[in-house]
């Protein structure tokens, strides 16, 4: 709208600023064109003659019209309309990004103080109520087998043998140890590690 609300005398700007925005020559180019009749308009305005006065409105007028068009009809491929389903996305996208940032908050409490951690039943959705949101973290060390089988990748054979190793060492202090005392796939690393906390 800028074009038409300047009367074409914020049209270089527009453009200029869509040409950058897209790296377009040819908008580069559309920008410099209406510079020049915008100028040119100027120009035969203030040469004061009635010829001059008459080719420097009609430039005003021809830059205003042209540039107005070329701006409504150039809109759609500088911001195209988001669907519905595109905000939708970009809203789970949005609320999968902070519940990663609430999973990382959530870690350093338990590395800063594993007391408040259990106080606030980090890692423990099996325990209610759990007013501290911690993300979806998973205590691998503490929780029943039920919550274990929510994991990504975890079969209930693998859970039976963590449960297992569980019981024998008193549990584990990270993924990759969980993943070699329990005999799993190098894969459950990559699956499981962004959820699964190991507090002792």
């Known amino acids: 709208m800028v074009p038409l609300l ?5 049209a270089p700007a527009s453009f200029l600023y869509a040409a950058v925005r897209r790296r377009s020559p040819a908008l580069g180019g559309a920008a410099a064109a209406y510079a020049a009749g ?3 308009g100027w120009a035969g305005i203030v040469t004061e003659s009635d010829g001059g006065v008459m ?3 009609l430039l005003f007028l021809l830059t205003w019209t ?3 068009v070329h701006a409504l009809a150039a809109r ?4 195209p309309p ?4 595109d905000q939708m996305n970009e809203r789970v996208v949005a609320m999968a990004r902070h519940r990663r940032g609430l999973r990382e908050e959530a870690r350093k409490v338990v590395a800063d103080d594993p007391v408040l951690a259990r106080e606030l039943r980090i890692g423990r959705p099996d325990l209610l109520p759990r007013p501290f949101d911690d993300g979806g973290l998973v205590d691998v060390n503490h929780v029943p087998p039920e919550v274990l089988n929510r994991l990504p990748c ?3 054979e693998m859970v039976d043998r963590i449960m297992g190793v569980r019981t024998q060492t008193g549990g584990f202090v ?4 969980l993943v070699v005392q329990c005999d799993l796939p190098p894969s459950v690393v990559s699956e499981i590690a962004e959820y699964t906390l190991f507090v002792r």
């Open 6 to 10: 300047t009367a074409g005398v914020g």
């Open 38 to 40: 915008v100028l040119g």
């Open 55 to 57: 080719l420097g409105l």
């Open 66 to 68: 042209v540039s107005t």
């Open 76 to 79: 759609p491929r500088l911001f």
């Open 82 to 85: 988001t669907s519905v389903r």
């Open 154 to 156: 975890l079969t209930y």
């Open 174 to 177: 990270s993924v990759e140890e």
